[in-house]
């Protein structure tokens, strides 16, 4: 019988995936991973979620282990987030941490420390396996509003042909339900967060950085107002900063204050630089750390999400540049682009990348 590892974040999806597990027959154990120590501010590894995993292990009958993981996630994911910050852009640490931790490092543990042949989430996404070269098939989830396929670009062939996503056909109401019917610890915790590590990302970024307030200007280089910080804001961000009396004054003659978007940063002046909403949307953008788990790229009609919560936007990839068909709004450096095409009824996951 084949081992299964189950990932037991303390909440719903996981425990859910657990019981699915469990009544198909499966020889599981339960691992619960501690990523964040920081107190009173981190959402992913507090006592409650900790409790709840291993109430969840005790009621499958499943053995349960911690795994600490604090000093790789450090490394990997927040010490990489601040960097980005400080460098004016705007970073998705999810993506890190799927690559490096919870299918890098998490997978190798489970598979050597544990012999495990699978390691199985509570993450909405759908690996498919074909006849073809190419034998795994990263699809999006039955529930369009909880796809999580977008944050695991990074996986290659070796890693699908070794994970489970039980949840991948479910939907969230769905889930619900059923954990209550089987009165799992978890079936009353709250939504789960993308921002894992901090429960206020300004007080975090004032910690980290401590960012100092400076001068709004507008693209022709007058100075409309002050800002707060950099790192609180982000490309294509309406507001947020404080008016200067007399731009509100100029700029509102006509009876309407315009509406400005942020459209850049000088970091060297410590200048937001804001613009229309034409400014602030692209049709062309380049790509770094671009990874591409399927090269028939020319005969392949591409689309792209350039946020989770994004349209699929159809492109052309060239090189390191993302042609799109339609501008789009607000395309920030430092976040990801995830590649798809179409496969059958729905569209597959075949890389992805981060903004430039």
């Not at 042949?117 to 999006?140: F, M, N, P, Q």
């Not at 400014?279 to 090269?295: N, P």
């Amino acid at each position: 019988m084949k081992k299964i590892a189950v990932g037991l974040s303390g909440g719903v999806d996981s425990a859910l995936a657990a019981a699915l597990l469990k009544e198909q027959g499966y020889d599981l154990l339960g691992i619960h991973i501690h990523l964040w120590s920081e107190r009173n501010c981190n959402r992913c590894c507090g006592n409650k979620l900790l409790t709840a995993a291993r109430q969840t292990a005790e009621l499958l009958g499943i053995p349960f282990y911690e795994i600490d993981l604090k000093k790789e996630f450090k490394a990997k994911v927040v010490d990489n987030f601040i960097k980005e910050y400080r460098l004016g852009r705007t970073p998705n640490p999810c993506i890190l941490c799927n690559k490096f931790i919870r299918f890098g490092q998490l997978l190798e543990i489970v598979n050597k420390r544990f012999g495990c042949d699978y390691l199985a989430t509570g993450h909405y996404a759908r690996i498919v396996k074909t006849s073809c070269k190419r034998s795994y098939h990263l699809l999006r989830a039955k529930d369009l509003s909880k796809d999580q396929s977008y944050f695991l670009y990074s996986l290659d062939q070796k890693q699908l042909s070794q994970l489970i996503f039980p949840l991948g056909e479910w939907h969230k109401e769905k889930v619900w339900q059923e954990a209550k019917k089987r009165q799992l610890p978890a079936a009353e915790s709250p939504e789960s967060f993308d921002l894992c590590f901090t429960d206020n990302l300004e007080n975090f970024l004032q910690r980290q950085l401590k960012p100092k307030p400076g001068e709004v200007i507008v693209q022709a280089g007058e100075v409309i107002g002050q800002h707060k910080g950099l790192p609180f804001y982000t490309f294509g961000q309406s507001g947020g900063w404080q008016w200067l009396p007399q731009a509100q004054k100029k700029l509102s003659q006509t009876g309407k204050l315009p509406k400005f978007y942020v459209v850049a940063k000088d970091m060297k002046k410590n200048q937001l630089i804001v613009g229309g909403k034409i400014t602030a949307s692209s049709k062309v953008f380049s790509i770094r750390e671009l990874l591409i788990t399927d090269y028939c790229l020319p005969t392949t009609k591409l689309f792209v999400k350039i946020r989770n919560t994004g349209k699929l936007l159809p492109c052309q990839l060239k090189d390191n540049q993302v042609i799109l068909d339609k501008p789009a709004f607000a395309v920030a450096p430092g976040q990801s682009a995830g590649f798809y095409r179409k496969f059958k009824d729905d569209y597959e996951v075949i890389g992805g990348g981060i903004i430039n």
